[in-house]
């Protein structure tokens, strides 16, 4: 997948309009990247959704962890997402980690590093 990444980008972050999301409580976006439109669209969901409690980043694509399927061993994930999904983290911990308010419960999921030590 081709993404302009947050990391190589001298532009500022979008400001979306102002609408508030009243409902929405949880929110899971799978195969979550560096990518700027998808940081965006997350810093958006934060900043204007009072009603949100939980949001979980997922990294690694929708693969299970040995940890999940008490299995010893990850099914195999592709070097793109194990490439990725540090890239994915750093532009959580950067641009949206901060602006979580403290009642609302953020869960990143990256691929298991017992299984996927070194890349692979």
Same mark, same amino acid.
């Given at each position: 997948?081709? &993404?302009?990444?947050?990391?190589?980008?001298?532009?500022? +972050?979008?400001?979306? *309009?102002?609408?508030?999301?009243?409902?929405? !409580?949880?929110?899971?976006?799978?195969?979550? =990247? #560096?990518? !700027?439109?998808?940081?965006?669209?997350? =810093?958006?969901?934060?900043? #204007?959704?009072?009603? +949100?409690?939980?949001?979980?980043? %997922? /990294?690694? &694509?929708? $693969? @299970?962890?040995? #940890?999940? %399927?008490?299995? %010893?061993?990850?099914?195999?994930?592709?070097?793109?997402?194990? /490439?990725?999904? *540090?890239? @994915?983290?750093? @532009?959580?911990?950067?641009?949206?980690?901060? !602006?979580? *308010?403290? $009642?609302?419960? +953020? $869960?990143? +999921?990256? *691929? =298991? #590093?017992?299984? &996927? @030590?070194?890349?692979?």
């Amino acid at each position: 997948m081709e &993404h302009e990444s947050i990391f190589g980008s001298s532009s500022h +972050l979008r400001q979306m *309009p102002e609408y508030h999301h009243e409902h929405l !409580k949880s929110v899971t976006i799978s195969g979550f =990247c #560096s990518a !700027k439109s998808l940081v965006e669209l997350t =810093c958006h969901i934060v900043e #204007s959704t009072t009603s +949100l409690e939980r949001l979980e980043l %997922d /990294t690694t &694509h929708g $693969n @299970a962890r040995c #940890s999940e %399927d008490s299995s %010893d061993e990850c099914f195999p994930v592709s070097q793109g997402v194990l /490439t990725e999904s *540090p890239r @994915a983290v750093l @532009a959580i911990r950067g641009y949206i980690e901060g !602006k979580i *308010p403290t $009642n609302v419960e +953020l $869960n990143v +999921l990256e *691929p =298991c #590093s017992r299984c &996927h @030590a070194g890349g692979g």
